[in-house]
């Protein structure tokens, strides 16, 4: 039987990781279908304390790996599709194969939300994508005008990123201001081949016939207006949903999804515990996740102590 089990290998996965696995715990770290998390598609993180210069996401995924293995953590490339958190020890499966443990770090992380669109799923990697640092250097978007939807940080990242890429970059918010910290929203404002399309949602994707994305049909939410906007892609990045479809009715979730915790990362499960992207729907920095996940980590030791 494992002492720990951590599921999610992001920024609150590795931290939990190596802090279990210096308290000699060994823990068990199963890393879930993109092992790294979302960071690993972001491009360079700028506000990851220690890195002055910035440090790729990848990389940064790849250091806090390889510290939480030096020190014993035990790491399987697969997914959990199925818990039992109503008896001890916890059960978890992997398809057939089951595994007890007597805690679980739940780091699980979050996905990109979708526009809800069904020409949106139809052109899925056919111009529409969740990742400007994945897709955008594909040749299809080279000196073609492209579209980013989202008012965040992640639009906005995405936005100047694809500058690189675009003949021109249309970003598409639904408000007048956007939600991105200002050194973000300043960045892609100034930006010339930046063009911000505000007050406005996208409506519709074509072209499913020609099996690639040519356009975009555009409501403005003031005027009631539609219009057309020629682009060969479609980058959304309106938020995040956190992973916990598995936890459903194992533990309390909040009616969003986000895993609801008391006293620090304590779960309504005693032994259960809960750290990042999927608790967090206020801060969701790599850095909060991080920090969080070291903090079940020492949940998790003071339990394990206590019993
Ligand atoms: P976010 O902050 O939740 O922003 C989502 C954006 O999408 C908002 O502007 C929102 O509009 C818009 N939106 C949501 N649902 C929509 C819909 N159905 N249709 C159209 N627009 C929709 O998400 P994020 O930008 O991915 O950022 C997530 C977290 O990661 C944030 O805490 C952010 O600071 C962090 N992050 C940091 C960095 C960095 O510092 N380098 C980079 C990326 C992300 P409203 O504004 O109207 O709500």
């Not at 526009?115 to 990697?125: M, T, W």
């Not at 906005?156 to 021109?168: D, I, M, N, V």
């Not at 969701?284 to 206590?306: F, K, P």
């Amino acid at each position: 039987m494992e002492n720990v089990v951590i599921i999610g290998s992001g920024c609150a996965g590795w931290t939990s990781a190596l802090y279990t696995a210096r308290a000699n715990l060994a823990p068990l770290l199963f890393t879930g279908a993109q092992p790294g998390g979302l960071l690993t598609t972001t491009s360079i993180v700028e506000n990851y304390p220690g890195f002055p210069e910035g440090v790729d996401g990848f990389e940064l995924m790849q250091r806090m790996q390889k510290q939480a293995e030096r020190f014993g953590t035990k790491i399987r490339y697969e997914r959990v599709t199925k818990v039992d958190f109503s008896s001890r020890p916890f059960k978890l499966w992997l398809d057939d194969e089951l595994v007890e443990t007597k805690t679980v770090i739940i780091a699980a992380g979050a996905s990109h939300k979708h526009l809800g669109l069904e020409n949106e799923h139809l052109l899925e990697k056919k111009g529409v994508t969740y990742c400007a640092t994945c897709d955008g250097a594909w040749p299809m978007f080279r000196n073609q005008p492209l579209v980013v939807v989202g008012g965040g940080d992640s639009a906005c990242e995405e936005a100047t990123y694809l500058t690189r890429f675009g003949s021109k970059v249309y970003l598409v918010h639904r408000r007048d201001a956007l939600r991105a910290s200002k050194i973000m929203a300043d960045r892609a404002l100034s930006n010339p081949k930046i063009q911000p399309v505000w007050d406005s949602v996208v409506e519709d994707i074509f072209d499913v016939k020609q099996d690639k994305v040519t356009g975009v049909k555009l409501k403005n939410l003031k005027t009631g207006q539609t219009s057309t906007l020629d682009c060969a892609g479609v980058f959304v990045a309106i938020g995040h949903k956190p992973n916990t479809d598995i936890f459903e009715g194992q533990i309390e979730l909040a009616d969003d999804g986000y895993i609801v915790c008391q006293k620090g990362t304590y779960t309504s499960v005693t032994g259960v515990f809960g750290a990042g992207d999927c608790v967090d729907r206020t801060y969701r920095q790599a850095i909060t996740a991080a920090g969080m996940g070291c903090a079940a980590a020492i949940d998790a030791e003071r339990y394990l102590a206590s019993l």
